[in-house]
């Protein structure tokens, strides 16, 4: 079965070539879907993200929980209760993981600090559910840790993000990182459109 694009050439289902208009309509249907998943419990998102964090060649990470006052709880009732995270933030490299059960029920946000180098990657999505080999290769790009363990990985992600350079925990405290936290689902669904 042939489709036709926006040029008029004939294009099999499985041949990737669709057009914006049809890859916003799957990526809408797919967000729709994808809208109705149950949360995952902590211990089934640590079991998901440890074998992600396997696969970008990190260590498992560590659940950190968090009990905020009472009084932050009335202002900020959306505080996350625990995330996850590897090394120590003064670290030469600090990963940190945190659930954006808010935006989607099975969302989480991943940053990078890598500040003893000025690099901080700021906050990305990544949807834990059927799909996480996608996932994987989306994140790997910028995510993988051979992109911060040698000097050659250093430079490369430097030379290809160079937004996320010069920044040390003072300018993250003042100014933010390069992606804030609060835009990971929408960025998260627009990767759709650049994959």
């Known amino acids: 079965m042939a489709r036709r694009n926006d040029g008029g050439a004939s294009c099999h289902f499985g041949s990737g070539c669709l057009t914006t208009a049809e890859r916003r309509s799957t990526i809408c249907r797919n967000a729709r879907r994808t809208l109705f998943m149950r949360p995952l419990s902590p211990n089934e998102a640590f079991t998901k993200l440890r074998r992600l964090c396997m696969e970008l060649g990190w260590n498992a990470p560590l659940v950190t929980y968090r009990t905020p006052s009472e009084s932050h709880d009335q202002r900020q009732p959306s505080l996350m209760r625990y995330f996850y995270s590897m090394y120590e933030m003064d670290s030469p490299i600090y990963l940190q993981i945190n659930p954006q059960t808010d935006l989607h029920p099975r969302l989480f946000a991943i940053s990078i600090f890598a500040l003893r180098y000025r690099i901080c990657t700021g906050w990305h999505g990544l949807m ?29 992600f430097r030379e290809s993000n160079p937004e996320c350079c010069d920044y040390t925990w003072k300018r993250i405290r003042d100014f933010g990182g390069p992606y804030p936290q609060s835009s990971t689902y929408e960025r998260w669904q627009n990767r759709g459109m650049v994959d």
């Open 128 to 156: 834990l559910d059927r799909k996480m080999k996608r996932e994987i290769v989306a994140v790997s790009r910028w995510a993988h840790a051979s992109l911060f363990e040698t000097v050659r990985g250093r430079k490369a």
